[in-house]
């Protein structure tokens, strides 16, 4: 069973950026297609984006399309989320999972804050 550990997270003002990163625990991390998911308080867990286990993204939300980014490292079992021009509304807990997300496979999640 894999494991995935979300790291990068913190607070930053609008308009700035972070980047996130998700190691996994297996060195066949390559097999998976994977995704990036948040939750805001009260809402549901949503898809941000996805990229097929050889670095093709193929899909993002529509509220970030155009600012975030999705890129993996096989070689160092990691994928990252470039995030730029935050805006308040990306407040969130992110997660990295495979894709389709597997049930058993949720991590902690590291807190993203927008906020001045």
């Known amino acids: 069973q894999v494991q995935f550990v979300e790291s990068g997270g913190g607070l930053v003002q609008p308009g700035g950026s972070l980047r996130l990163s998700c190691a996994a625990s297996?060195?066949?991390?390559?097999?998976?297609?994977m995704g990036w998911y948040r939750q805001a308080p009260g809402k549901q867990r949503e898809l941000v984006g996805t990229i097929t286990n050889g670095g093709m993204t193929n899909y993002y939300a529509a509220s970030v399309k155009g600012r975030f980014t999705i890129s993996r490292d096989n070689a160092k079992n990691t994928v990252y989320l470039q995030m730029n021009s935050l805006k308040p509304e990306d407040t969130a807990v992110y997660y990295c999972?495979?894709?389709?997300?597997?049930?058993?496979?949720w991590g902690q999640g590291t807190q993203v804050t927008v906020s001045s």
């Open positions: 999972n495979a894709y389709p997300a597997g049930p058993d496979y």
């Open positions: 297996r060195n066949r991390f390559s097999i998976y297609a």
